[in-house]
């Protein structure tokens, strides 16, 4: 006579004792990586400081890049107000023009 097949509440019994066994697998090996060691957590310390330290310079990185594309910018500006500074000196025998004095006055600049 052939073995019947496992009915409904045989297969839910099955399953609950697999999980049961799973759990009890899981629970055996938790104390084990549930305790954090001191050389773990020295570890992730040393790590969490590092990522600190190259966010802290890509910020700073950034920030300075910033700062001298901004200076080079200004050095444009600056050497194109001299320039129009010494032309318009040129055109008018010695004298800067005023509307090119005030801007040269307004960005702190020093005139020819």
């Known amino acids: 006579m052939p073995k019947k097949e496992p009915g409904f509440a045989e297969r839910l019994q099955t399953a609950a004792k697999a999980k ?3 759990l009890e697998k899981i629970r055996a090996l ?3 990586n549930g305790v954090p060691s001191a050389e773990g957590q020295a570890a992730r310390l040393e790590a969490e400081a590092a990522r600190k330290m190259r966010t802290a310079g890509r910020k700073y990185s950034d ?3 910033a ?3 901004e200076a080079q910018c ?3 500006v600056v050497k194109a107000a001299s320039i129009r500074a010494s032309q ?3 055109r008018s025998h010695g004298a800067i023009h005023p509307v090119l004095l005030q801007s ?3 960005m702190d600049l020093p005139w020819p």
């Open 20 to 22: 049961k066994g799973q």
């Open 67 to 69: 700062q001298e594309r």
């Open 30 to 32: 938790a104390p084990a």
């Open 104 to 106: 040269l006055v307004a």
């Open 88 to 90: 318009a000196k040129d």
């Open 63 to 65: 920030r300075v890049g």
């Open 74 to 76: 200004w050095g444009a």
